[in-house]
């Protein structure tokens, strides 16, 4: 991405490895620096803007990619599909060319993964992903800091799925594919992933296995990760709760994973719904690492999308 245009970061799948680890040893240096204490040695987005288009609520994705910017030098503008003419019926392509005229970098939260695509067509300054229906992308870049933090470089290693096969799930199946590890996931057949995204996980030669045991798939995995069972835009309801109730990370099914492996869930989370309070507030989960990793995460990628530090 960003050879003929703007640099956008829509999806992991757009990337090739070689790419996607520098981001991530950007944004592990990054990490260290700001660990130290030491101010930062330069502020490479200075007099940067950064609009955050947010359709939908957020915590971790609003606050994180707003101190990034300010750490990095630059300025973010915080905006409501509801609050914008968007809202009202202006168009994804006029608010994309009217916003570049104005701001340096664009990041969206919408569902419509769509109108998410829409908006890096007709944008002429780089637009982030900041989660649609079909792909969370910043997300997994945190949760691969993270996993790497704790356990070591993930190429080779296991990581399993349980539960619904959502958004994040599809962006830890790019992932797979372009940072060589293996992803077992285990959905309920009525929430598994969608074909196509199995399919091109396929064609990449991934590692992706699909099974509907929770059991073989954290068997020998390193990472046991998951996500609620009501994503933005589902409905909440008994038949999804039933459905997805057999896949709930519980300490029985974290002591089938290999020793030592992390708990992993990129938060909200429902205690005793998709995790057992044992398990997300117990030792093995780094649920809150991953939580502060979106801010060196997005460092990473706010720099990879202005070229800044060297990307
Ligand atoms: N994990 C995540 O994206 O959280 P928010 O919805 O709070 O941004
Ligand atoms: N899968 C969740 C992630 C929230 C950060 C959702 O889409 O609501």
Request: aromatic share 6%; proline share 6%.
């Amino acid at each position: 991405p960003g050879r003929h245009g703007p640099r956008h970061f829509l999806d992991l799948k757009d990337f090739s490895g070689a790419q996607l680890r520098a981001v991530l040893d950007a944004s592990a240096a990054m990490k260290r620096h700001r660990r130290r204490g030491e101010p930062p040695a330069e502020r490479p987005l200075a007099g940067k803007n950064l609009a955050m288009v947010f359709d939908r609520p957020s915590t971790r994705t609003r606050v994180s990619f707003d101190v990034a910017m300010r750490e990095l030098g630059g300025e973010t503008l915080m905006l409501t599909g509801s609050e914008m003419q968007l809202g009202r019926g202006e168009t994804v392509g006029d608010t994309a060319r009217v916003l570049s005229r104005f701001v340096d970098a664009i990041m969206i939260r919408i569902l419509d993964h769509d109108l998410m695509l829409e908006l890096a067509e007709y944008a002429t300054v780089p637009v982030i992903n900041a989660l649609t229906k079909v792909s969370h992308p910043c997300q997994i870049m945190a949760d691969i800091l993270t996993f790497e933090e704790h356990r070591g470089p993930i190429p080779g290693r296991t990581v399993a799925w349980s539960g619904d096969a959502n958004n994040v799930l599809a962006s830890w199946v790019h992932a797979a594919a372009r940072l060589d590890f293996t992803l077992n996931i285990a959905a309920p057949p009525e929430l598994s992933a969608p074909p196509a995204l199995l399919a091109w996980a396929k064609e990449q030669g991934a590692r992706v296995n699909v099974t509907t045991d929770p059991f073989a798939a954290v068997d020998g995995a390193e990472a046991v990760v998951t996500d609620c069972w009501v994503s933005m835009g589902d409905d909440d309801d008994h038949h999804r709760h039933n459905l997805l109730s057999p896949y709930q990370v519980n300490a029985k099914l974290m002591a089938a994973a290999a020793k030592d492996a992390v708990f992993m869930h990129c938060l909200p989370a429902h205690r005793d719904e998709e995790v057992t309070a044992e398990v997300i507030d117990g030792p093995q989960s780094v649920v809150f690492d991953e939580a502060e990793n979106r801010l060196h995460a997005q460092k990473g990628i706010l720099a990879w999308c202005f070229g800044a530090n060297g990307l």
